[in-house]
């Protein structure tokens, strides 16, 4: 095996996590190539100075309640440079006022009528209270959209206003693209095992009560994690596309968007899932028609670093709520999440949601103009930038629809031996997922040869 060469295609984080555990598995001989026609490795981490400062315009976080990240950054001898947040935490923009983020929920799903209090109105509010002695039958295993289920148990105002902004913030999507079973698979479960309601289910759904911070990322951003992986990998990278992807005796043979042809005793496919169809359309026609099925948004972020003294709220940020006269979706006081470093403040703003295009076709002038306004708008105050940067991030945000294990099943039956997939559209979009995903992938590259 360690004469072996391996291809990785993209180098985002679950390439390049793929490369890292590749190298690990196969040692020190073999060949590993990863094939990324970005002008810098990492895909959709990003990690930029603004305001002299280093900031993430992509992801920002991972969930410290999976432990993925926190082994892996053991693994690299990063484990020290693990930030937790202050503790502040969201508000809802709802009603063209900033409400409490609503607590004893799943995703935003209601545990208790009081869980919404002052969000909502009296109607919605009684309708919560009154849903465990409504009928309710259930199918196991079935899998709505939250829009579906919520608004018929508990309103249209709790999608939109409790639901919605969390999943925008997320998936780029609303309830009514994302299914229960991606978002909230512990409100699943519990119904599966014959929760009598939907508030029932919730509240055994609830996340454990703990001390601990929820979210974690990396003093330097993500950019120290991005340049450890490529280190300990050892690849080689061609910055190409690959464009054809076929059989060549027992090898496999990628042609990239040079014209130039590699060989590869195995591939691993860490593309979204847009670019991976047509790789897969003749050798693995059954997988790529189950990832042609999964839909992506695009996503936008201002990043602005602004005077020290900007008087911003003592919170982490805002969400949302559907139908609110703001061009974001959501804003980051970074400063305020993750604490002040340096003599300014660091914030960003995300724009773009599944089925509108503002991220593709606003200019970066619109962006920051409506980034001001909607500041203004939300906190009152006039910012005065130091300097910003937009970075926009197209078909970037898959949408986890309704039945999606089930397609993403679907694409890695359908693979040929020696043919491995990860990424964000997989098992999840967040970082923790991209890197369990990549080990996955490795696992059954290392098995099958």
């Known amino acids: 095996m360690s004469r072996c060469s391996y291809c990785v295609v993209g ?51 991972f969930v410290l309640r999976r432990p993925e990240m926190p082994a892996l950054l053991a693994e690299l001898g990063l484990a020290g440079r693990q930030r937790a947040t202050t503790g502040a935490r969201p508000l809802i923009y709802s009603g063209q006022q900033l409400h409490a983020l ?35 039958s259930w199918r196991p295993g079935s899998d709505p959209a939250l829009a579906e289920l919520v608004a018929d148990r508990f309103g249209e105002q709790t999608v939109a206003r409790s639901v919605d902004p969390l999943l925008c913030g997320v998936y780029a999507g609303s309830a009514a693209t994302i299914g229960l079973r991606a978002a909230a698979p512990s409100v699943a479960a519990a119904l599966d095992h014959g929760a009598a309601s939907l508030t029932d289910a919730v509240r055994q759904g609830l996340p454990p009560a703990g001390d601990g911070p929820v979210f974690g990322a990396l003093d330097g951003g993500y950019q120290v994690l991005v340049d450890e992986l490529v280190a300990r990998s050892r690849a080689q990278r061609v910055r190409a596309a690959v464009v054809e992807i076929g059989r060549s005796g027992h090898c496999w043979e990628l042609h990239d968007e040079t014209g130039a042809r590699w060989h590869a005793d195995a591939v691993i496919l ?7 169809v047509p790789l897969l359309d003749e050798i693995a026609p059954r997988s790529a028609a189950a990832a042609r099925r999964i839909t992506s948004a695009s996503s936008a ?52 949601r599944f089925g509108d295009d503002l991220a593709e076709r606003a ?27 937009v970075q926009r991030w197209i078909e970037a945000m898959p949408q986890y629809g309704p039945g999606h294990a089930d397609l993403v099943a679907e694409v890695r039956a359908g693979l040929p031996s020696g043919v491995a997939v990860a990424g964000s559209y997989l098992d999840g979009i967040g970082v923790p997922a991209c890197v369990s995903a990549a080990g996955r992938a490795v696992a059954g590259i290392v098995e099958a040869l």
Not at 33 to 61: C, H, K, N, Y
Not at 270 to 276: E, K, S, V
Not at 323 to 349: C, F, M, N, V
């Open 301 to 352: 972020v201002v990043a602005l670093a602004v005077p020290l003294d900007t008087p911003f709220p003592p919170c982490s940020g805002v969400l949302v709520a559907s139908g609110e006269r703001l061009r974001a979706k959501a804003i980051t006081l970074s400063s305020r999440k993750w604490g002040p470093r340096g003599d300014t403040q660091l914030l960003r703003l995300s724009f773009g």
């Open 102 to 136: 609503p607590s004893g929920t799943v995703v935003g799903i209601p545990s208790s009528a009081s869980s919404l209090a002052g969000l909502v109105d009296e109607a919605t509010t009684a309708r919560i209270e009154a849903e465990p002695g409504r009928p309710f």
């Open 363 to 389: 200019s970066d002038e619109e962006l920051l103009a409506w980034a001001l306004d909607d500041l203004a708008t939300v906190f009152g105050v006039t910012v005065d930038p130091i300097e910003y940067r």
């Open 270 to 276: 860490a593309i979204p899932a847009p670019r991976l």
């Open 11 to 61: 180098g985002g984080v679950s390439g390049l996590t793929a490369a890292y555990r590749l190298r690990a598995a196969v040692g020190d001989d073999a060949t590993i190539t990863v094939f990324d026609p970005a002008d810098r490795l990492g895909g959709i981490l990003r990690t930029e100075l603004v305001g002299g400062q280093p900031m993430d315009l992509g992801a920002e976080a």
